[in-house]
């Protein structure tokens, strides 16, 4: 097997240099799922983790080791439980807007440094899944995020599949709407929490 080595950091790593920045990466990552998506497969994993920039702002998906094709229903719960999807823990059917929640899950957490609830026991004895949550909005944990990025990392992240954005294309025009909202008040300095 032969494997590209990519020379640059997690986004855990990342520190990005605004949320202009912030932005123009996750455009680029809404690309590359849409394209997967395009050629038939989910990630079913992203995280930031699993997301690279390198010196030259080159951004690379990694780690497909739960990808699997649009719609396969996994018989048992994969994913990393901080950005799983409320359908992975339900053993539901794997879709585009799977990997809209986990990228959702991804920029909630860079952009708060808090976690999206999950939906997930929190231990082993407990069977019953949680039906609610109580996730605030990330407004209220960043006051600097500007609320067309907000609220679309919000919608990402809704529980049920239908109320997301259906493509990577729609997260893309809204990541666009959200830097023109930056570049019209020139308010880019509120950074990213990220470490």
Do not use: W
């Amino acid at each position: 097997m032969v494997m590209e080595l990519v020379d640059g950091m997690t986004l855990e790593q990342y520190e990005f240099g605004d949320l202009i920045d912030f932005c123009q990466v996750m455009q680029k990552v809404a690309e590359g799922l849409g394209a997967m998506h395009q050629s038939g497969f989910v990630h079913a994993d992203i995280k930031p983790n699993n997301i690279m920039v390198d010196e030259k702002q080159v951004v690379k998906i990694i780690d497909f080791g739960q990808s699997c094709p649009v719609n396969t229903i996994k018989q048992r719960i994969q994913g990393t439980p901080e950005y799983i999807a409320p359908e992975q823990v339900k053993r539901k059917a794997i879709t585009p807007e799977t990997d809209v929640y986990n990228l959702g899950a991804t920029m909630y957490f860079l952009l708060t440094k808090v976690h999206v609830p999950t939906i997930m026991p929190q231990t082993e004895s407990a069977v019953a899944l949680k039906s609610e949550r109580d996730c605030k909005p990330v407004r209220e944990l960043n006051p600097a995020v500007p609320p067309a990025l907000a609220s679309l990392v919000m919608n990402c992240i809704e529980l049920s599949p239908d109320a997301r954005p259906a493509t990577m294309t729609l997260v893309h025009q809204r990541l666009a709407m959200a830097l023109g909202q930056l570049q019209r008040t020139g308010d880019a300095a509120g950074q990213p929490t990220v470490s």
